[in-house]
């Protein structure tokens, strides 16, 4: 991005050169708004995060406490103010990114009405919440811009020229808000070319890395329910072909691709992979589809399938629906086949659905998968779907357990009981909830932290609270003291809720049109000053 003097500079020499017709645009404001718009087009996102992902990956590998985290943003004024409060809490937005989550799409901003995560909703609406959440990340960068440009008006009027100075030093170091975004194409809605169109889409708005899971696309399951059925890996890389086509196409060389796989929880197959030869990527798909083994045509009935498998003749067990069964306990082992093949195959991360948070399973995995590529890494969901308190004090009974611990003043069925909040066990259990990020980025592989939903539940959790002393005893009391005092005294921008949708932005438009006639809505009655 160009410095704000050398913008300048440049423009009054392009007012000077249109020999007075341009003598009412100031060149001074026109920087400003250059300035404060520094990202033109969805393509120009999407090449700008992709090497911020790029050079974060490589600082991961050269560091595993280097991870990266994100929230799941059903809005473009969520994903603002997450931004917002990251920035203003640690000063930087560096390794922090948006998710969007394809349940919260279906959940919360579908024309249908709310939707379990089956893929159902319209496929426009992902990469039109990428572009409303860039909208509103670009906002953020004009408000906090223009903040300092009506700062830097001051102190020029006021003759103030040092201070004038450290302004412009500030708004040419301004950090933007604009972050990558890691976008869920649930299974890629239909076949590869599907997919390849639906990535287009997400990437012209500025997706700069897409989540592709091995499910079914018709047959799609949320990750943390039942149901799920799983393709062969030759269809998986057809759409991971497909994904890396339309990010070159459109010049987002760098694009970043997620493979997921579901095989952990799914037990089912839609169809037989194709295999020409044994030890072939098909035959070891196949090699773990549940069956019966046989000896002869005799023990065929009509309508069976039977394959080779490992020499053998195998009729392997197909459910009414016409599905395949896997064997029982393999899910593991094919996890690991499904991410190695992914890697070889043009992914460059990883996502494992777990069915709880444990290092030491996640570990596990990663490490037999590192044996064959050893710069595997993991984006992991953070998941709201565990009972993360439950989860993790049966984790530290069970250590304490087989330490010889005495462990009888717990009852593991019940830990989730507030009656063990202040207890040793609880203490340490939330001390290994805090540390799960760093210890599981350290031994477990996993570059990038996220979680899924949480903004969904929040805001239900905000609503619920306001609701009920509203519409109860405190009446507008639990608004001013649970809202808005807080916003005030923890130093929330939306308490200013006219300047944070863009008054103030306009204001100054109004008088870069209309000079000194512009009709301005913030001046002395305007009850937003009473905020200071």
């Known amino acids: 991005m160009a410095a704000f003097n050398d913008e300048l500079k440049a423009l009054a ?5 249109q020999r007075g017709k341009w003598d009412n645009i100031n060149p001074e404001y026109v920087a400003r708004m250059r300035v404060q718009n520094r990202f033109q087009t969805g393509l120009d996102i999407a ?3 992709a090497k911020i992902m790029r050079d974060d990956m490589a600082a991961y590998d050269a560091d595993s406490s280097q991870y990266t985290q994100s929230l799941g943003c059903w809005h473009g004024f969520i994903g603002q103010q997450k931004m917002l409060s990251i920035k203003k809490h640690f000063g930087t937005t560096k390794r922090s990114y948006l998710y969007l989550s394809g349940w919260m799409v279906a959940a919360l901003r579908s024309e249908f009405g709310p939707l379990p995560d089956q893929s159902m909703h319209e496929k426009t609406t992902v990469p039109s919440l990428i572009g409303e959440l860039y909208t509103f ?3 953020a960068d004009a408000w906090e811009l223009n903040h300092l440009f009506r700062d830097l008006e001051e102190a020029k009027s006021a003759g103030d020229n040092a201070k004038a100075e450290q302004l412009i030093a500030k708004i040419d170091a301004h950090e933007t808000h604009v972050v990558p ?4 194409i649930d299974a890629g809605f239909g076949n590869a070319e599907a997919t390849y169109l639906l990535a287009k889409k997400m990437i012209e708005a500025g997706a700069c890395c897409i989540q592709l899971e091995n499910q079914v696309s ?3 399951q949320c990750g943390h329910q039942d149901g799920k059925v799983t393709v062969p890996h030759e269809d998986f890389i057809a759409k991971i072909n497909a994904v890396r086509y339309a990010f070159l196409e459109l010049g987002v060389e760098d694009g970043v691709i997620v493979a997921r796989t579901d095989s952990l929880g799914a037990g089912l197959t839609q169809k037989i992979a194709v295999t020409k030869e044994p030890g072939d990527l098909g035959d070891q798909y196949n090699s773990y589809l549940d069956g019966d083994e046989i000896d002869s045509a005799a023990d065929i009935n009509n309508g069976d399938v039977v394959i080779k498998q490992d020499g053998k003749l195998v009729k392997v067990k197909r459910l009414a629906s016409g599905l395949y069964q896997f064997k029982p306990g393999t899910g593991e082992d094919r996890v690991v086949l499904d991410c190695i093949t992914s890697l070889q195959n043009g992914a460059d991360l990883l996502w494992i659905e777990t069915e709880k948070p444990h290092v030491g399973q996640i570990a596990a995995m990663v490490n037999r998968i590192r044996n064959v590529m050893p710069d595997a890494k993991l984006v992991y969901n953070n998941s709201p779907s565990f009972n993360w308190t ?10 304490w357990e087989k330490e010889g611990k005495d462990v009888s003043a717990y009852d593991r069925a019940a830990l989730m009981s507030p ?3 202040d207890t040793e066990l609880g203490k340490l259990a939330d001390d290994w909830v805090r540390n799960f990020q760093r210890d599981s980025a350290r031994e477990a592989g996993i570059f990038h932290h996220l979680i899924t939903l949480p903004t969904y539940h929040t805001a239900a959790l905000s609503t619920d609270n306001l609701a009920k002393g509203y519409f109860g005893e405190e009446g507008m009391l639990a608004y001013v003291a649970g809202v808005q005092r807080r916003e005030l005294r923890e130093g929330i921008a939306t308490v200013k809720h006219q300047d944070m949708a863009g008054s103030n932005i306009g204001d100054d438009h109004k008088e870069f049109f209309h000079g000194d006639a512009a009709l301005k809505a913030g001046g002395k009655d305007n009850t937003m000053n009473q905020f200071g």
């Open 47 to 49: 090449r700008y995060t």
């Open 218 to 220: 018709d047959e799609k």
């Open 137 to 139: 990340l670009r906002q």
């Open 390 to 399: 439950l989860n993790f004090r049966q984790q530290v009974f069970d250590a």
């Open 419 to 421: 009656e063990y909040d």
């Open 13 to 17: 020499q392009l007012r000077e050169a």
């Open 181 to 184: 975004i890691i976008a869920d």
